[in-house]
């Protein structure tokens, strides 16, 4: 049921890991559906290039597997480029997910999301993000 | 690499015998059992001969022993047959938390229909008390159903006190002992059930067959309707080669029980043993006595039971979990819920189900293998970080 890409992204996932003085942390999901993910970003205040980005996820294949695609992606891009990432591209760069794991890839998108937010709180920042968009989320 | 088989509660391959017997009568004995005529005979012959092993096994009559299309079917014929059939005598169901969902479905069905149904709890091993099913009973209770062993953690039930109970009270009671037959003794009289299902793919049979017990005298409905087949209760020409299969099947793991189901045991408690001994914060789910022998329900925790899955298969050793990934919805395992386990415990559950092909140097593998996968998964987990670091879970 899970593609090549979703299995060697399981099998030896990218960027695993915590970040002592992240410049934002997220963690999203909760333990009653089982998933929980929790993204750390080091982002240059300067450039605002995500100069080093780390996870942690309790969670099913797919779960793993799309954070450890989304680190991938980000890596070395600007914020900007980080809040256009959506599921539905972390999925297709993984060749896909079954219909049930999408669910799994929005977890993704959103830990990256809920770290930006709280980089945007420390920072400052007005990256456009606020607290409540995190609450009506669905696997598209 | 490896390749070792730990889903045997899954369902089982098909022993060399049973394919032997199934390969002829596909091959020979294509006549409708219902013809008359030289080709139709030898069918009829063959379907009587597996229904006096079926029963035989059970201890039961052969005019009691009715082939059906699975396990699932036979519950259902039981249970919403029996309820639809006694309906003017009551309208009280009772069964378990912790059943299968062929069981559990069908009382839901029920409720739509109008009856109503008592979900007995389990307490933390599995186990339905007698007190609470005594408490239970009412005046219009007319059928209750409990599995004779549970498929995710083995626990066996008190059928035997239940089904005392419900005979001096004239309940009908239908027991599931998919799980049971061939592993542990069962034997209708002793458990005084008037209904009982088991099914072929878990005895080293095929898949798609199944037996309803169903005592004399005791009243039922079709579920459909068509030729008179097995006394009319399941109308359809009969699916010969599985009948036979299912026959030679349970024959042999009645008779091999003796010696396999306490080798399986052995095998059993060495896993759980070595497996509880080398990796930190795991637990057994279900009981240590009053368990099938060759279930062991194990939780690694703080790992998710999908991903423990998956690697676990990588590794050659094919097993299931109890974790909401792998359930297709957002829920863990309705039975490990009813036994009051927290999420946590039931998304890092593991069912480890042995069978004749497993051997003790596979155990040995198995205790070695899976020390290094809890490892990396929970290197990998934010919950077991939590736990380390003394924080809160999530
Ligand atoms: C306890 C129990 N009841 C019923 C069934 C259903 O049997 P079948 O797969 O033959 O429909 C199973 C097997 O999945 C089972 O374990
Ligand atoms: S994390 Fe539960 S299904 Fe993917």
Not at chain 1, 77 to 90: H, P, Q, R, Y
Not at chain 2, 157 to 163: A, C, D, Q, S
Not at chain 2, 197 to 220: C, D, E, F, Q
Not at chain 2, 258 to 265: C, G, K, Q, V
Request: hydrophobic share 40%; proline share 4%; net charge negative.
């Amino acid at each position: 049921m899970y593609t090549d890409k979703v299995l060697d992204h399981f099998t030896n996932p990218r960027n695993v890991g915590e970040i002592e003085d992240a410049s934002g942390v997220g963690e999203v999901g909760n333990m009653k559906c089982g998933d929980i993910m929790k993204m750390y970003l080091k982002i240059n205040d300067e450039s605002n290039v995500i100069e080093d980005v780390t996870f942690k996820t309790f969670g099913c294949g797919a779960a793993i597997a799309t954070s450890s695609m989304s680190t991938e992606m980000i890596k070395g891009k600007s914020i900007d480029e980080a809040l256009s990432l959506t599921n539905k591209a972390i999925a297709d760069a993984l060749d896909g997910l079954p219909p049930v794991k999408m669910h799994c890839s929005v977890l993704a998108e959103e830990a990256l999301k809920a770290a930006l937010l709280d980089y945007q709180k420390k920072s400052g920042k007005n990256l456009g993000l606020n607290d409540d968009d995190f609450e009506d989320w669905d696997a598209e | 690499m490896r390749s070792i088989y730990l889903d045997h509660a899954a369902t089982t391959p098909v022993r060399e015998e049973v394919i032997e017997a199934m390969v002829k009568v596909l091959r020979e004995n294509y006549g409708n059992p219902s013809s008359i005529h030289q080709f139709g005979r030898p069918s009829r012959k063959l379907i009587e001969e597996a229904r006096e092993k079926v029963a035989k096994a059970i201890n039961a009559d052969p005019r009691e022993i009715i082939f059906v299309g699975s396990g699932t079917e036979a519950d259902n014929l039981a249970i919403l047959g029996s309820a639809r059939a006694n309906k003017k005598k009551g309208n009280h169901l009772i069964t378990t938390s912790v059943e299968h969902h062929a069981v559990l479905d069908a009382f839901k069905a029920l409720e739509k229909e109008g009856f109503e149904v008592t979900y007995l709890p389990v307490d933390g091993e599995g186990r339905i008390s007698v007190a609470d099913f005594k408490n239970a009973l009412r005046d219009n209770t007319i059928l209750v159903s409990v599995m004779h062993a549970n498929n995710e953690v083995g626990t066996i039930m008190p059928v035997e006190e239940i089904g005392a109970i419900c005979r001096e009270k004239k309940i009908l009671f239908h027991v599931d002992a998919v799980q049971a037959v061939g592993k542990i003794p069962v034997d209708v009289t002793q458990i005084n059930c008037d209904f009982l299902a088991l099914s072929g793919h878990k005895i080293y049979g095929p898949k798609g067959i199944g037996v309803l017990y169903m005592r004399r005298g005791v009243r039922t409905q079709p579920l459909y309707h068509g030729g008179g087949q097995e006394r009319k209760l399941r109308p359809g020409t009969e699916n010969v080669p599985n009948i036979v299969g299912l026959g030679v099947a349970i024959e042999l793991a009645v008779a091999e029980m003796e010696t396999e189901s306490p080798r399986l045991a052995k095998l059993r408690d060495k896993l759980i043993d070595g497996v509880l001994s080398t990796i930190p914060e795991t637990r057994l789910n279900g009981p240590r006595e009053g368990r099938l022998p060759h279930n062991a329900n194990i939780s690694i925790v703080y790992v998710e039971g999908e991903a423990l899955l998956l690697t676990c298969d990588m590794k050659g050793m094919s097993c299931s979990s109890g974790s909401a990934c792998t359930s297709g919805s957002l829920d863990p395992s309705h039975v490990l819920m009813a036994m009051g386990l927290s999420h946590t415990i039931a998304h890092g559950s593991l069912r480890l189900s042995l069978g004749h092909s497993t051997t003790e140097d596979d155990i040995d593998y198995i205790i070695r293998e899976l020390k290094p996968i809890a490892d990396r998964l929970r290197a990998m987990s934010p919950v077991w970080e939590n736990f380390q670091k003394g924080l809160p879970i999530a």
